[in-house]
């Protein structure tokens, strides 16, 4: 399995029937603040854009919304594995993706057989507050040789200039989120991020 090397991250279906057309093929739908019936709404508008453009939408989270709406992949961070049912999303065949921050939750994370690994904040991030200070493209180099051929994804910080560092360090992906969404022109940023990891 390859995954696109570019990983963007919105929190609607607005930015994703923005963006994804301009040749995203990989992007994950992350609404933390929402009721059901809303996120329900943001993923079918996703999955209808996303199939139209053979795009893979990774939902974050919701994993029971993923089940019921057919999502192919799902991506959980460390609290939300303590409450998903990890058996009935696989049972439903889902891909899963996993979110680590040190050795012990990447042992967890393996324990699992995640479809990928997502490691970070490989920066400073100010997408949200977080234990975790900033990782390094270091620690990159060491998840690269304890997980094999699993995927790596780098998070947090993340930009066009240190996209060459976290690839040169072992990542297979790099995921984006405020420097698209803050930036002064996103479809520009977009094109820039997609022409850098072609």
Partial sequence: MTLDRFYPIFDSADWIERLVPLGIKLVQLRIKDADPETIRGHVRRAQTICAAQDCTLVLNDHWRIAIETGCDWLHLGQEDLDAADVDAIRAAGLRLGISTHDKAELARALLLEPDYVALGPIYPTILKQMKWHQQGTAKLITWRAL????????????????????????????SAVTDITLNASPKDRVRAWLAATR
């Fill in 147 to 174: 997980i094999g051929d699993t995927p790596l994804i780098a998070i947090g910080g993340m930009n066009i200039d240190r996209a060459a560092g976290a690839f040169d360090a072992g990542a297979d992906v790099v």
